[in-house]
Nanobody, 120 residues
């Protein structure tokens, strides 16, 4: 069994910062690419950022320069540092990861999401 759990969401004022975490646990052999997505009310899910197993990163234009994705391969965790937040960043943030388990099966796993609300 493999699980992915996000944490770190909450309420923040415009211009503030939050750091989200996405922790993989269970019978993991290796974690490959990890992604963050977000879905605002009434909108489609939007890809936000990606980090490869080798820590190469990519970002959506809407967050480039404000968000930073990183990972800790020992903890099987990715982080999303979000700075200069605006109300437009309000959404449920979810992560996914390509994970190889100890039976050498490779699957995409999703977390349950964490709410980020940017409001004064």
């Amino acid at each position: 069994q493999v699980h992915l759990v996000e944490s770190g969401g909450g309420l923040v004022q415009p211009g503030g910062s939050l750091r989200l975490s996405c922790a993989a646990s269970g019978t993991i052999f290796r974690v490959y690419t990890m992604n963050w997505y977000r879905q605002a009310p009434g909108k489609q899910r939007e890809w936000v950022a990606q980090i490869s197993a080798g820590s190469s990163t990519n970002y959506a234009e809407s967050v480039k320069g404000r968000f930073t994705i990183s990972r800790d391969n020992v903890k099987n965790t990715s982080y999303l540092q979000m700075n200069s937040l605006s109300p437009e960043d309000t959404a449920v943030y979810s992560c996914n990861a390509q994970i190889e388990d100890r039976d050498y099966n490779i699957k995409i796993y999703w977390g349950q999401g964490t709410q980020v609300t940017v409001s004064s």
